[in-house]
């Protein structure tokens, strides 16, 4: 789960890390209400998104008066921002971030990862501030140092002074403050279970102080149940409606922009199938996991979402059936077409379990537009074919 | 032969008596495999599916000499249960539990190593070795023995390539799913050249999935050491940039860990991958007649 900077924000005052002061606003009047209190003479007006490269995109505006802030704040809020991570639909600003101006001198990177390969959290930090970590770690990644910390020992002075002399950063005073920044952002990394922090920029202003300047969270979904807190800023508002309905059925969903419907069990043989699809000349549709309970309603319920996407031209059900018995599946599947108008043709590939059964039953209902597959390849083939004949 | 498990293989489940636990313990023993036993906290002394029932795993272990321990027990408890294990002398935890927090796992994990207990999962279908011992909850009648061993991140596609393995008339020694999440126990690096060694085996495949670089550090690892054939498909070639898809390692930012990438170091250390999952039991009959 993703959160926004100002909630971001919030979590790393608790822990003392240093931000510029700043206040959440979800109209205009609120907006210039903010800027008054934190008083001036220079504001920030911030576009809260679910996405980076809010600056680059118009969500990010500096204002010089409050008259300024009001005119920022009516074009930011309400406007559809696009930028490099929110896909070329762009998302909705429905909420501002007012926040006092900083006084940049210099700006860093500073970010707190998984490092899946050393199989503990890893301290991210570099001189390229402000511009996308992506492209720092593609053209210039020895400017990108990286400490790992063993959680069985937490973060020692050593990782503390790797990363200052990392950086360049001399002045015994600065190192002291950018050390403590990260040993505190580190501490919050893991007594809130977050997946990935990044702090870009990290400023370093005039007297010397670091600021986060930008803070992005996200946590693992899985530890989310022991932090009330922090689920209580989920924002239902920044997730895609579609992918949300199917998690509320334990389906797992991802809208793609093909022509091929998927229904799998399983996000392994779920991509295995977009693969196969896309490697025989068709598109995929979606990604869509049923999971171990592929049953009428959830089948249905599959359904009902893959037809939403007016692209669709046919879909392949691809149900591998273990536990869950295939004859079991195939009496879902025709039930399910009873429940959901399923207007294009349907390819069903059962295997497992019961499989000959299965067949049988779907052969004996004989309903026009479900058409039995023997295997994966026999599956896809058919379903490209469908979609082609669709056209 | 096999690796790791086999009939004389004595299991004990912790999570012995919840619904899961149960169900599936039920199904490993109609398999044949040697359950000698269960914990469940405050259920010791009684008796489940015909075996005794512990309170904890050192009382199981002393009084079954149980090696391996299968883990069904909720997600919030998924850390303590291995660590309770590795701390009792259990040599295999096999942890089929999804939803486990990253840093539970991490945490346990390291303790794992350091009790020299192998861990296998969290969030996988377990281990098989055909016709002998299931630990998990892999559909058993698919996996017809013979000489293919088998490694996979993903349930569905261990149970797609075994399948497709025995209908071209070859049949598995073991197959290992080792999961998809972040932090994992045995990968493919360990389970290569355990495969390499027995004699039993012949050829492996070896399924994986975007994100992360296991498949990678395996590359290289099969590159120096393997001399086996080994068959390799990559899944998620079409998934999205930046999408999570399903398990929680399948993601794929910045350009690390793609299915591209991760095919053609396998190609480049000899690897036979193939493009779709389709073509898994063609390519190792290819491989195989050609030994
Ligand atoms: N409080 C602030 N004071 C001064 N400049 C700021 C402030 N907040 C952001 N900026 C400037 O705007 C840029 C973009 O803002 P940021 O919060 O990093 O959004 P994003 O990463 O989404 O573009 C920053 O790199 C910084 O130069
Ligand atoms: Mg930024």
Redesign the pocket.
């Known amino acids: 789960m993703n959160i926004h ?1 100002y909630q971001a924000k919030q979590i790393f005052a608790k822990y003392d890390v240093p931000t ?1 002061k ?1 206040l959440m606003a979800e109209s205009v009047e609120q907006a210039v209400e903010n800027a008054k209190v934190l008083g001036g003479p ?1 504001w ?1 007006v ?1 576009a809260q998104i679910h ?7 118009g ?2 505006k ?1 204002a010089r008066s409050i008259e300024e802030v009001e005119k920022l704040s009516r074009e930011i809020l309400g406007m559809t921002l696009i ?1 490099h991570q929110t896909g070329p639909e762009g998302k909705l600003v429905q909420k501002l971030y007012i ?4 006084d ?1 001198k210099d ?1 860093l990177y500073l970010g707190v990862v998984l490092d899946r390969a050393r199989e503990m959290p890893v301290i991210m930090a570099s001189t390229e501030g ?1 511009m996308a970590i992506e492209d720092v770690a593609h053209d210039n990644p020895e400017k990108i140092i990286k400490v790992a910390v063993d959680p069985a020992i937490g973060f020692q002075g050593f990782h503390g002074r790797e990363l200052v002399f990392g950086l360049g950063i001399t002045n015994p005073d600065e190192q002291k403050k950018f050390i403590s920044f990260a040993s505190k952002l580190y501490k919050l990394y893991i007594e809130n279970d977050a997946e990935m922090i990044e702090i ?2 990290l400023v370093k202003t005039g007297n010397g102080d670091f600021l986060a ?2 803070g992005k969270m996200g946590f693992d979904d899985s530890a989310l149940g022991r932090h009330p807190d922090i689920e209580a800023m989920r924002d239902i508002s920044e997730e895609d409606a579609d992918e949300r309905e199917a998690t509320q059925y334990g389906l797992s969903y991802i809208s793609l922009d093909g022509e091929i419907g998927c229904m799998v069990n399983g996000a392994g043989l779920a991509m295995g199938t977009m693969d196969t699809i896309n490697y025989m000349g068709g598109t995929p549709a979606n990604f869509l996991d049923v999971g171990g309970k592929a049953n009428a309603e959830t089948v249905a319920k599959g359904f009902e979402i893959i037809l939403k996407n007016p692209k669709v031209k046919a879909i392949f059900v691809n149900i591998f059936g273990g536990i869950v018995r295939c004859d079991r599946i195939a009496n879902g599947i025709l039930e399910a077409t009873k429940l959901v108008d399923v207007h294009v043709p349907v390819i069903v590939r059962l295997d497992g379990t019961n499989a000959p059964e299965a067949a049988e039953i779907l052969r004996n209902a004989n309903i026009a537009n479900v058409i039995a597959a023997t295997d994966l390849a026999d599956g896809a083939a058919k379903a490209v074919a469908a979609a082609k004949q669709a056209k | 032969m096999s690796i790791l498990v086999n009939k004389e293989t004595k299991v004990i489940v912790q999570g012995f008596t919840g619904k899961e636990g149960s169900f599936h313990a039920e199904q490993c023993m109609a398999y044949g495999t040697k359950i000698v036993g269960g914990v469940t906290p405050n259920k010791g002394g009684t008796e489940h599916l015909g075996q005794p029932v512990f309170n904890t795993v050192k009382e199981a272990v002393a009084s079954t000499g149980a090696t391996v321990s299968m883990i069904f027990v909720p997600p919030a408890f998924v850390s303590d249960a291995v660590m309770e294990a590795a701390d009792a002398g259990i040599e295999l935890a096999v942890i089929i539990t999804e939803g486990a927090p990253v840093r539970d796992m991490q945490a346990a994990k390291a303790y794992a190593l350091k009790h020299s207990m192998k861990t296998i999962g969290p969030n996988c279908p377990g281990i098989i070795t055909a016709e002998e011992c299931k630990i998990g909850i892999m559909p058993g009648m698919i996996f017809k023995k013979g000489n293919v061993g088998l490694i996979s991140k993903s349930g569905t596609l261990t149970y797609e390539g075994a399948n497709q393995v025995c209908r071209e008339g070859f049949g598995i020694s073991t197959a290992v799913g080792i999961g998809g999440d972040p932090i994992i126990g045995l990968s493919y690096k360990q389970l290569l050249p355990m495969f390499e060694a027995d004699p039993e085996t012949h050829a492996i495949v070896m399924i994986g999935e975007i994100g992360g670089d296991l498949e990678i550090q395996a590359a290289a690892y099969i590159k120096e050491h393997i001399t086996k054939p080994v068959v390799a498909f990559i899944a998620g070639q079409t998934a999205p940039k930046g999408k999570r898809m399903g398990h929680a390692g399948a993601i794929v930012s910045g350009g690390a860990g793609t299915a591209a990438e991760k095919m053609a170091a396998l190609d480049a250390a000899g690897v036979k991958v193939v493009v779709s999952p389709a073509d898994i039991g063609k390519a190792v009959a290819e491989v195989l007649a050609k030994r």
């Open positions: 900077e510029p700043g220079v920030v911030k996405a980076g490269g809010r600056g680059l995109g969500g990010v500096l930028t926040e006092e101006g900083a940049i700006e402000g870009n920029p300047l930008d």
